[in-house]
């Protein structure tokens, strides 16, 4: 099963064909900040174990093409939001690697000047609007963003990133029912990814969902959808230009359900993951995105063993900059206690 | 001055907000089409068209979650909640995301979102359209809570509201609707959040109430001022931020106070305020302070059960005159 998929993501001619040269060129670029990604979320871990990072950690290592495929086709001008696993959707949009860290060191620097951490990275200027801690709570703010955006006349986008486990809440069904019905007027630019990791916290799909295809839930309320693998960033960036540019045009939302893997547990606390079998983790192993990438982009001839050890250095060694930063960063001043809370 | 009712008062605002600005627009259940159950929007969608009115389904959490997008990404939205009851199924989104979004994200996003409609007892509606919700707003950072009790207040306290640039929870009263009384024709007309109003001078007692509560309050007083004791009455306006300085500035005329809720006794709005008065003015007092609240009960359906269970003029009079040792 391991072998086929693999052997299905070997880039054919036809892909080469319907993914541009400059693009497989850029893929190199993507390649680079999920690696980037890897790198900066097993030093979160590490660094949480030394007790630099408080509270609570969720690391997005295994979903890694998932962000990276979607961001890779946002213009600059567009949004997203999303849930609490959210350090890669930052890096991934340019955050600066040392600003994210400072802000789970809860440091001055930090992306949210500290006060909002691990579960709140925000950097509005880049369009990233959150980072959010209860689970589904985003969704109607995306939704009401999605709004705002047609009505001020913009054709900009907004992508609302959202666990398989949101999907059993009604902050997630009452804003799908009204993107539906703002869909008709072409009001309700949104895309709604659903990162379909397996599991909730420790309760698979299965045991949460009556329905566990979860893209054919948003039938209901008359949204478009459909599933694919989200292993595969250049299968996802494609999709996510297709998808991006029809959302752009019409006005409409979308829904797309990611299939995709969570290497580590729910949160930095979940060691042991009793939920599921040591087995099923080294299987989940084969689907992971960085090796797929790095394959296709050998085959391509467009990355030899060198620059992948390069690009890994690097990454490392940004990381270990970030970390160096965060550590000697400030933290916020007593005076910042009560700033923030009105205009 | 013109005279509008309260509602009125409510509708020209916003009337004249969203003439003014584009980014002012309305959600809620039925404000459109049926016009608004309380009649607060009547007309408007005909005014603005279904994209600045805008009917939803009963999704309270979807519509103000939604609100809070659309207010992030520097819209104006004005939100109809039918009454505040219905508030509560929309309480992580306000809770969790108006009030805090500012603050966690270390300040980078406004949040200009005003959510209004009727808050309080009703006639016999029982207990779950039949309640008074300040104390659980009123609790929360990042939140400003208004409770208009005059055509005055309604108008300039919405103006406030809409155009700030932070989520206020804007309690009406369905009984207030057809007050009458004289609003300023400017335009610009605006009241200050925090800053309270002396209503009636007295020297004799201090009486603070905000909303209804501030005309049974006042009725009181002409019948405590009938007996040759002269209330002072304050009104309110806001309880978020709360205008403690003229709260004690009146205590320290008159030695007394007596707080007036419509809401349960238990963490309301009076316990704070006397809190505050006696942190503030231990010194002044000649009287415990006196709290006159609703019962301690889910409201019940039956009319004789439901008038003992909300503050009445007799009610403050007794507590007056308890501050007096005159029982």
Redesign the interface.
């Known amino acids: 099963m391991a072998e086929a998929s693999r052997a299905q993501r070997r880039i054919s001619p036809a892909a080469m064909d319907s993914v541009a040269s400059p693009e497989l060129q850029e893929a190199r670029r993507w390649f680079a900040g999920m690696v980037l990604a890897r790198h900066f979320e097993e030093e979160a871990e590490r660094a949480f174990r030394r007790g630099k990072i408080g509270g609570y950690l969720h690391v997005y290592t295994g979903q890694e093409a998932v962000a990276a495929g979607w961001l890779a086709e946002l213009r600059d001008d567009d949004?997203f939001?999303t849930a609490y696993r959210d350090h890669a959707h930052a890096l991934l949009r340019g955050s600066p690697p040392g600003a994210v860290m400072a802000e789970l060191f809860g440091k001055a620097t930090?992306?949210?000047?500290?006060?909002?951490?691990s579960m709140?990275l925000?950097?509005?200027p880049r369009g990233f609007?959150?980072?959010?801690?209860?689970v589904g709570?985003?969704?109607?703010?995306?939704?009401?963003?999605?709004?705002?955006?047609r009505?001020?006349g913009t054709d900009r986008v907004c992508l609302c990133f959202l666990g398989d486990g949101a999907m059993n809440g009604?902050?997630f069904?009452?804003?799908a029912?009204?993107a539906g019905?703002w869909g008709r007027?072409g009001?309700c630019p949104i895309v709604y990814i659903v990162e379909n990791n397996q599991y909730g916290m420790g309760t698979s799909v299965e045991r949460a969902s009556a329905v566990p295809d979860l893209a054919s839930r948003f039938a209901a309320y008359a949204i478009e959808h459909e599933r694919a693998d989200g292993s595969d960033f250049l299968a996802v960036r494609r999709l996510a230009r297709r998808t991006i540019e029809r959302v752009r045009s019409t006005g409409r939302p979308y829904a797309v359900e990611m299939r995709t893997f969570r290497f580590a547990g729910h949160g930095a606390a979940d060691l042991f993951q009793p939920y599921r079998s040591k087995d099923e983790i080294a299987q989940a192993r084969h689907h992971d995105p960085i090796p797929i990438l790095e394959r296709q982009l050998r085959e391509a001839g467009l990355l030899t063993e060198a620059d992948v050890v390069r690009i890994h250095e690097e990454a490392a060694a940004a990381v270990a900059e970030a970390v160096r930063y965060a550590e000697e960063s400030p933290e916020p001043p007593a005076s910042d206690l009560d700033?923030?809370?009105?205009? | 001055m013109p005279e509008l009712t309260y509602r009125d008062a409510l509708r020209t605002t916003l009337i004249e907000e969203m003439d003014r600005d584009r980014a002012v627009i309305l959600l809620g259940e039925d404000i459109g089409l049926y016009q608004g159950t309380f009649r607060v929007t009547a007309d408007l969608l005909d005014r603005y068209g279904p994209q600045r009115v805008i009917d939803t389904p009963i999704s309270e959490l979807g519509f103000i979650g939604a609100a809070i997008g659309m207010a992030m990404l520097g819209l104006r939205p004005v939100v109809e909640v039918m009454t505040w009851n219905f508030s509560l199924l929309a309480l992580d989104q306000i809770v969790n995301n108006a009030a805090k979004v500012r603050y966690f994200s270390g300040g980078q996003v406004d949040v200009p979102l005003v959510i209004r409609g009727p808050n309080g007892a009703g006639v016999q509606l029982s207990a779950q359209h039949s309640q008074s919700l300040e104390a659980i707003y009123g609790h929360i950072p990042g939140l400003y809570v208004v409770a208009p009790a005059t055509p005055a207040d309604a108008k300039g306290l919405l103006r406030t509201a809409i155009r700030g640039r932070d989520p206020v929870i804007f309690l009406e009263n369905a009984a207030l609707y057809g007050l009458k009384g004289e609003v300023a024709a400017d335009p610009d007309f605006a009241l200050p959040f925090g800053r309270a109003e002396v209503v009636r001078r007295g020297r004799d007692v201090t009486i603070v109430a905000y909303s209804r509560m501030l005309h049974v309050a006042l009725a009181a007083s002409e019948r405590l001022g009938a007996e040759g004791i002269q209330a002072e009455v304050v009104n309110l306006r806001t309880l978020r931020p709360l205008d403690t300085r003229a709260i004690v500035a009146s205590v320290g005329r008159t030695h007394r106070a007596v707080v007036v809720q419509e809401q349960w006794r238990l963490f309301g709005a009076a316990a704070e305020i006397a809190a505050s008065i006696y942190e503030q003015a231990f010194d002044q007092l000649d009287a415990p302070v006196e709290r006159v609240t609703g019962a301690d009960v889910p409201m019940p359906y039956a009319r004789n059960l439901e008038l003992l269970a909300v503050p009445h003029e007799e009610d403050i009079i007794r507590a007056v005159k308890k501050t007096l040792y005159k029982t």
Request: no cysteine; net charge negative.
């Open positions: 949004i939001f930090g992306v949210a000047k500290g006060k909002g951490g709140h925000f950097d509005v609007y959150g980072g959010y801690g209860i709570g985003h969704i109607p703010l995306a939704t009401g963003a999605a709004y705002a955006l009505y001020t009604g902050a069904h009452e804003p029912n009204m019905l007027e009001l700033t923030d809370t009105h205009a």
